[in-house]
């Protein structure tokens, strides 16, 4: 995976996330924006911050981005998780939709 320039919206997000500033991370997204993580679907602010706080608290783990590309509209990051949840490591693809400088759609796998 190559690495490309993210958009701000992304690159803020993905500094709060690392963070664990949950509040930070849900200003990233659009009003009416949609998460949707381990087949769950997040929608707005509200359901996104307590998403990530959730997932902030539940396990004590850190991210290091391993990659970007441009695929068509979205762009996809490649996260590293290494932490205390079962497996202790995870490689996940996180698919970002932006519109009108915020993110509009995160899909985890």
Do not use: C
């Amino acid at each position: 995976m190559t690495e490309i320039e993210l958009p701000a919206a992304v690159r803020a997000y993905l500094t709060a996330h690392a963070a664990k500033d949950d509040d930070a991370a849900a200003r990233a997204f659009a009003p009416d924006a949609a998460v949707t993580d381990e087949g769950r679907t997040f929608r707005g602010r509200r359901e996104i911050s307590a998403w990530r706080h959730q997932a902030s608290t539940e396990w004590t783990y850190t991210t290091e981005v391993t990659g970007s590309r441009r695929d068509g509209e979205d762009w996809i990051v490649a996260i590293r998780l290494e932490g205390n949840f079962p497996g202790g490591v995870a490689d996940l693809e996180q698919r970002f939709t932006v519109r009108d400088g915020a993110i509009a759609r995160l899909v985890i796998a």
